[in-house]
């Protein structure tokens, strides 16, 4: 089991390769007529191939930070380049773009198309990015034990065989970075192991970076690094 020691943003693996870089991130809320500072100045790099687990209270701006990294929302301030991409200044198309063609994304809820099959589900966001791989979807499949679910929608599918749907679809573009926002917290403990321990081999797979936001200290400690997000800082 990979350990479950905090590191400051510094010690990425040494010698690797950044693929994801942030500094002195910033975002602010108004609510109630008042600024609720969620995040300020968060400073994070990741490595290509690297799984790294964010842990917080709740309110620390987890998942605000992962949202800010795949350009569903943007930042008051700072900085986020993945690659060659400054995040940070791209506008609505542009991150459109970029969640189409190199991130990859998995939610606590599922968020499957109802009315598509999970054959369909699986290959939709690789169709729309114009990377559908046939031999890659057959890998992802037998990987996920889904070779018997395919004709099945979404509403026929237990809480586990729906998220190991939404991994395989998230990965079937083969993204560059796989972000998770509490992707197992509405399932059970050993459905929960099963599931990540599925999604840790197939980012080994692709060699894409991986974030992770979980409550589960014991889900993170099965990552390459563990970070706590206080008070809108890295810890």
């Given at each position: 089991?990979?350990?479950?020691?905090?590191?400051?943003v510094e010690l990425i693996p040494s010698g690797a390769q950044?693929?994801?870089?942030?500094?002195?991130?910033?975002?602010?809320?108004?609510?109630?007529?008042?600024?609720?500072?969620?995040?300020?100045?968060?400073?994070?790099?990741?490595?290509?191939?690297?799984?790294?687990?964010?842990?917080?209270?709740?309110?620390?701006?987890?998942?605000?930070?992962?949202?800010?990294?795949?350009?569903?929302?943007?930042?008051?301030?700072?900085?986020?380049?993945?690659?060659?991409?400054?995040?940070?200044?791209?506008?609505?198309?542009?991150?459109?773009?970029?969640?189409?063609?190199?991130?990859?994304?998995?939610?606590?809820?599922?968020?499957?198309?109802?009315?598509?099959?999970?054959?369909?589900?699986?290959?939709?966001?690789?169709?729309?990015?114009?990377?559908?791989?046939?031999?890659?979807?057959?890998?992802?499949?037998?990987?996920?034990?889904?070779?018997?679910?395919?004709?099945?929608?979404?509403?026929?599918?237990?809480?586990?065989?729906?998220?190991?749907?939404?991994?395989?679809?998230?990965?079937?573009?083969?993204?560059?970075?796989?972000?998770?926002?509490?992707?197992?917290?509405?399932?059970?403990?050993?459905?929960?192991?099963?599931?990540?321990?599925?999604?840790?081999?197939?980012?080994?797979?692709?060699?894409?970076?991986?974030?992770?936001?979980?409550?589960?200290?014991?889900?993170?400690?099965?990552?390459d690094r563990h970070i706590v997000l206080h008070a809108g800082?890295?810890?």
């Amino acid at each position: 089991m990979a350990p479950s020691v905090l590191r400051s943003v510094e010690l990425i693996p040494s010698g690797a390769q950044i693929l994801l870089s942030i500094r002195n991130l910033s975002k602010t809320f108004t609510s109630a007529d008042e600024p609720v500072h969620v995040l300020r100045g968060v400073d994070l790099d990741l490595a290509g191939g690297e799984r790294v687990a964010l842990t917080g209270e709740s309110g620390s701006g987890k998942s605000t930070l992962l949202h800010l990294i795949a350009g569903l929302d943007a930042a008051d301030g700072g900085t986020i380049r993945l690659e060659d991409t400054e995040v940070t200044r791209l506008a609505d198309a542009g991150r459109a773009e970029l969640r189409r063609d190199r991130i990859g994304l998995v939610f606590q809820q599922f968020n499957l198309i109802p009315s598509l099959s999970v054959a369909d589900n699986l290959a939709f966001q690789a169709r729309i990015a114009g990377r559908h791989e046939a031999a890659w979807t057959r890998e992802l499949v037998e990987r996920l034990g889904l070779g018997g679910l395919l004709k099945r929608y979404p509403e026929q599918l237990s809480g586990g065989q729906q998220q190991r749907v939404a991994i395989g679809r998230a990965l079937a573009t083969r993204p560059s970075l796989l972000l998770a926002d509490e992707p197992t917290g509405n399932l059970d403990e050993a459905t929960a192991d099963e599931v990540l321990a599925l999604t840790r081999d197939l980012v080994a797979r692709t060699g894409c970076g991986f974030l992770m936001v979980t409550h589960s200290l014991h889900l993170a400690g099965t990552l390459d690094r563990h970070i706590v997000l206080h008070a809108g800082r890295i810890a």
